[in-house]
């Protein structure tokens, strides 16, 4: 599976923004899909996933609320929608796949995107 990560920008605080990660790969149905970020001078940190079959998500405590994942197998796509976004979202953000489950540590993940970097505005 080979991931492209895109749709990072310059944003002020309260906008929005929406990333893209498109996939290759036939079994694209059958990953686990997430978003992941990384500041600088800090760890990579889970932001949300989306578990293929049952479309179930996850989402780290800072995202609920404002950011929402969702997939498009037709499109071997998976998005990730930022609104109200602050300061400290300011992120290189990467999109993650596994064939096992839903995981938030990042180790676990086998294929990854390139990055699309998010910047946000005070």
């Known amino acids: 599976v080979q991931l492209q990560a895109s749709g990072g920008g310059l944003v002020q605080a309260g906008g929005s923004l929406r990333l893209f990660c498109a996939a290759s790969g036939r079994t694209f149905r059958m990953y686990a899909m997430a978003w992941f970020r990384q500041a600088p001078g800090k760890e990579r940190e889970f932001v949300a996933a989306?578990?293929?079959?049952?479309?179930?998500?996850y989402y780290t405590d800072s995202a609920k609320g404002r950011f929402t994942i969702s997939r498009d197998n037709a499109k071997n796509t998976l998005y990730l929608q930022m609104n109200s976004l602050k300061p400290e979202d300011t992120a290189v953000y990467y999109c993650?796949?596994?064939?096992?489950?839903?995981?938030?540590?990042?180790?676990?993940?086998?294929?990854w995107g390139q990055g699309t970097l998010v910047t946000v505005s005070s």
């Open positions: 989306f578990r293929w079959p049952g479309s179930s998500t």
């Open positions: 993650a796949s596994d064939p096992g489950s839903v995981s938030y540590n990042p180790r676990v993940y086998t294929y």
